[in-house]
């Protein structure tokens, strides 16, 4: 789920983000047979392998990693952490996704909540487990030439926040969500295919309407929609403790670095895990292999 955490965020306000946070301190998250039907059906799909998990630790974190194509990872991370780590993390979303009443309630009654600091405020106040993609919409509808690159542009404000609360940042990778579809078309090309003059004509796609916001056309396994069955690894970097920064603001210089190290951790285990993974292409068995050509 993309999150937007920049100094340019506009802050909501009223009764209506009272309300949001009300709903989300209540809301238990996946669980129970929900959870259990989920993990199964990733663990027959995308055989997920966690590394370095030992790194994570006891006390509430934020989990910062990098975005994949469409926000799938969304779907694998949650219920991953919840069986095997035992841990109910939330994934922090963008706030559009909370323009639909009907969509909203069901990612809050899930887990998932609005990327608003004063959200984010009151979680870390009752020790949640967080979770945010920095990169947002930009990571989510990347090109297939960014593949596992982070795209945070100028973006510090979940390092203020975790600093703000004490909080420790936990850097993670992931490979093979982004696999999950090829691109038919690039979100650049699209305004100039016959599709797009189509959507344009529909009013769906305007002139102004920024490329590098559009998703690319995507073409799942066997050129169908379906996602290609890729195996997931997800490794966690060295936690990052803020703890001596709580109640404080770190300097710029000092967010600076901050970021950097925690982007340097994501791209370190992002570099072993796609190593990890040709080590373990033999364990593929053949209806894997031909369901993700």
Not at 218 to 242: A, K, N, Y
Not at 247 to 260: C, E, L, M, V, Y
Request: hydrophobic content about 40%; aromatic content about 8%.
């Amino acid at each position: 789920m993309p999150i937007k955490f920049d100094s340019d965020h506009e802050p909501l306000a009223g009764p209506r983000l009272q309300e949001h946070i009300d709903a989300a301190l209540q809301s238990k998250g996946l669980s129970g047979r929900e959870l259990d039907a989920w993990y199964f059906a990733i663990r027959a799909l995308f055989k997920p392998m966690l590394l370095h998990s030992d790194r994570v630790p006891e006390q509430p974190c934020l989990f910062v990693g990098n975005h994949s194509l469409f926000a799938l990872d969304g779907l694998v991370i949650g219920p991953l952490l919840a069986r095997q780590l035992g841990r109910a993390v939330r994934p922090m979303g963008d706030k559009f996704l909370w323009s639909n009443k009907t969509l909203g309630d069901a990612l809050l009654q899930r887990g998932a909540v609005m990327g608003h600091p004063e959200v984010c405020d009151a979680l870390m106040e009752n020790g949640e487990d967080l979770l945010v993609f920095p990169g947002g919409a930009h990571e989510a509808v990347k090109p297939a030439s960014a593949m596992y690159e982070l795209q945070w542009k100028e973006r510090y404000g979940f390092v203020r926040l975790a600093a703000r609360h004490g909080y420790t940042i936990m850097p993670f990778g992931i490979v093979g969500p982004d696999e999950f579809y090829d691109h038919w078309i690039e979100s650049d090309e699209l305004p100039e295919t016959p599709l797009g003059h189509l959507l344009q004509r529909m009013g769906l796609l305007r002139p102004d309407t920024r490329s590098d916001m559009l998703p690319p056309i995507p073409r799942g396994s066997l050129g169908t929609l379906l996602p290609r069955p890729q195996r997931c690894f997800m490794g966690f970097g060295q936690p990052v403790d803020l703890s001596h920064y709580a109640g404080k603001t770190p300097t710029k210089a000092q967010q600076r670095k901050i970021r950097n190290e925690v982007a340097n951790e994501i791209e370190l285990q992002l570099a072993e895990l796609l190593r990890v993974r040709e080590q373990n292409r033999r364990d593929d068995g053949l209806l894997r292999r031909l369901l993700t050509l």
